[in-house]
């Protein structure tokens, strides 16, 4: 079983709906939970970190965790064309290394 | 500079040559961290350092040799490289080792091609 999973996609939506990015993790132990965005070529870039149960909002974009199913997601509201990207969602277990496992990532497009 | 600077961004080089990646965070991080990208694979992370010390060696081949001077600078030496070596190379940094500063911050990569 893979550490952290992430459906490799491609998921496709049309500009302006939600788009629905899901992650899950084998660590129970887990303590913080991070998503990147990387575009083609590019390097990974930080958008949203959670550590507690519940929901997180900036902006356009929503993360939600669930320690007890083991489960994090990320919502976009109102999806932009340039939101069409690979998203990476990393987790960090126990331990002080700062290690983080990272998920192969979900490709997003999101169509005009 | 600001943030994670990595050089040189692209790289090709032979089998039988030594080369080295630089990277350099403007941060004020403690933690520096090197991965590689290949296609179709989850980011593998290679080194950890925490605080110029070694903390994470994920059974890297020793044809890479990584080297932490200080807090701010990063190196990964390579020699005798094989064709599946050619990849994306990031650097991160992080604040560590609160739980709450493992975020990480890339620099631009690497790119990597073993001829």
């Known amino acids: 079983q893979k550490e952290v999973e992430q459906n490799s996609g491609p998921l496709s939506v049309p500009e302006g709906a939600i788009a629905s990015l899901n992650c899950t993790y084998s660590d129970r132990v887990s303590q913080s939970f991070f998503w990147y965005r990387q575009y083609s070529g590019k390097s990974p870039e930080l958008i949203m970190s959670i550590y507690s149960n519940g929901d997180k909002e900036d902006g356009r974009f929503t993360a939600q965790l669930n320690k007890a199913s083991q489960y994090v997601s990320l919502l976009i509201r109102d999806s932009q064309p340039s939101d069409s990207a690979t998203y990476l969602c990393?987790?960090?277990?126990?331990?002080?290394?700062?290690?983080?496992?990272f998920g192969q990532g979900t490709t997003l497009q999101v169509k005009p | 500079e600001t943030g994670v600077t990595q050089t040189p961004r692209h790289l090709v080089m032979g089998m039988t040559n030594k080369k080295s990646l630089k990277c350099e965070q403007h941060l004020g991080h403690n933690a520096m961290y090197w991965y590689k990208q290949s296609a179709k694979k989850p980011l593998e992370l290679m080194f950890v350092y925490s605080l110029e010390e070694r903390v994470e060696n994920n059974s890297v081949p020793s044809r890479f040799s990584p080297e932490c001077p200080n807090s701010s600078h990063l190196f990964l030496h390579l020699h005798t490289l094989q064709p599946e070596d050619s990849a994306l190379y990031l650097c991160?940094?992080?604040?560590?080792?609160?739980?709450?500063?493992?975020?990480?911050?890339f620099g631009p990569g690497t790119r990597l091609t073993v001829t």
């Open positions: 991160a940094s992080s604040q560590g080792p609160d739980i709450r500063s493992y975020e990480q911050y």
């Open positions: 990393a987790v960090h277990g126990s331990g002080n290394t700062g290690k983080l496992i």
